[in-house]
Nanobody
Framework: QVQLDESGGGLVQPGGSLRLSCAAS????????MAWYRQAPGKERELVAD???????NYADSVKGRFTISRDNAKNTVYLQMNSLKPEDTAVYYC???????????????WGQGTQVTVSS
C-alpha cells in the first residue's frame, strides 16, 4: 500500500510564502503525473498545478506566476512553492499521485490527506 505524506501548510499573511511537500512511500514501480489540488469551503476541488514524469508543468490561471510545482523523482516527492499568497488562496491543499504499483497491475490514483493553507492578516 502506498502512503502520501503532506506537510507545509499553515497560516500566512497576504503576500507571504509557503512550501508544500508530498512524499510517496510504499511499493511503487513508477510514478507518472504528480499534482496539487485545492478545495475552499463551499467550492469544488480544483487543479492548482501538475507535473509530468518529464517535468512538464501545467498551472491554473489563478496561480500562474506565483506558484511553482517541482518534483524529486529520487525521493518520490512533489513540491508546491507558493509566493505572493492571497486570501483567495485559502483552502485545503491535496496532493495527487498517479503511480504503477510494484505488482504492475494497473495505474493507481492516490490522494494525500490534505493540508490547510490559510492566508489572512
Amino acid at each position: 500500500q502506498v502512503q502520501l505524506d503532506e506537510s507545509g501548510g499553515g497560516l500566512v499573511q497576504p503576500g507571504g510564502s509557503l512550501r508544500l511537500s508530498c512524499a510517496a512511500s510504499g511499493r511503487i514501480f513508477s510514478i507518472s503525473t504528480m499534482a496539487w489540488y485545492r478545495q475552499a469551503p463551499g467550492k469544488e476541488r480544483e487543479l492548482v498545478a501538475d507535473i509530468s514524469s518529464s517535468s512538464r508543468t501545467n498551472y491554473a490561471d489563478s496561480v500562474k506566476g506565483r506558484f511553482t510545482i517541482s518534483r524529486d523523482n529520487a525521493k518520490n516527492t512533489v513540491y508546491l512553492q507558493m509566493n505572493s499568497l492571497k486570501p483567495e488562496d485559502t483552502a485545503v491543499y491535496y496532493c495527487n499521485v498517479k503511480y504503477v504499483p510494484a505488482s504492475r497491475t494497473s495505474v493507481v490514483n492516490a490522494w494525500g490527506q490534505g493540508t490547510q493553507v490559510t492566508v489572512s492578516s
